[in-house]
């Protein structure tokens, strides 16, 4: 039986080749992360803040398996991510992304439709019955899963050039919905998007992650974000976590020198706002 325990990191070291020295010299690693640990509890949404290149992305990078750790381990309810040959697909399928820029992380060339539908392709076993070869039920399912990210039916026969960034991005985010995942993680999902529409997709995923029970990994460089849909924050900088505190604590009683920074940071463009 499997435990739901969520997401555990443990360790997480990541290194990329870095740039070579003097053209053809040598390449100095850049350590993106180290050691860090942490956790999502189911249903919990944790935020990871930082600095840009502190590691965030990297992080969610090697949960989804597009960056490889150098040490470390990283567990979904109890079974690992990493060990590719004792069958973690199914493991891997309980998690999806919703990415910064919709525009290129979907098809220009496919419909709203074929987009969504890419993701059962990619992982057969969460389509819904009969969707790979009845175009009517795929259509069915499709337009289920537009009208729970607020779209009209008519969006799933337009591209996405025809559809604006709003628009992208809810699609996106029912293309990982299709999967039924039940972590998603949201890399910068909204910061790419007008500020009044930001505020709409926010909702959304508040909504949706109610909706589903589903955890979330919300990585955001906007404090105000964080403290709109985050139970618990982590800090990161130069690739370490240096703080971990329920949002309530870490907007009223920051431990880190870093965090107080950040959130002075966050006040002063308030104000300038
Ligand atoms: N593919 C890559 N090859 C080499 N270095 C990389 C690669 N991806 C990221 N890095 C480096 O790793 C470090 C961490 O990057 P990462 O994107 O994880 O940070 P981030 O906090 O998500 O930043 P941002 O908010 O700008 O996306 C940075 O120094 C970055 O330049």
Known sequence: MTTATGLRIRDLTVTYPGPRSGGLG??????A???VTLDVAPQETVAL??????GKSTIAKAVVGLAEPASGSIHYDGKSLLERRTGNRGTRRAIAMVFQDPRSSLNPRLSAEACIAEAWQAQPDTAPDG????????????????????LDPDVAGKRPPALSGGQCQRVSIARALALNPRLLICDEAVSALDVSVQAQVLQL?????????????????DLGVVRQVADR???MRHGELVE????QTLFTA?????????????VDLDAAG
Do not use: C, W
């Open 26 to 31: 040598r390449r100095t690693p850049i350590t």
């Open 233 to 235: 924050v982590l800090v």
């Open 49 to 54: 803040v930082g600095e840009s290149g502190s």
């Open 254 to 266: 920051p431990r880190h020198d870093y965090t107080r920074e950040l959130l002075a940071a966050a």
């Open 131 to 150: 969707v790979r070869r009845n175009p009517r039920r795929r259509r069915d399912a499709v337009v289920d899963l537009l009208a729970q990210v607020g």
């Open 205 to 221: 995923l508040v909504k949706v992650r109610q909706a589903r029970s589903l955890s979330m990994l919300f990585i955001t460089h």
């Open 33 to 35: 992360v180290r050691d």
């Open 244 to 247: 971990n505190a329920e949002v």
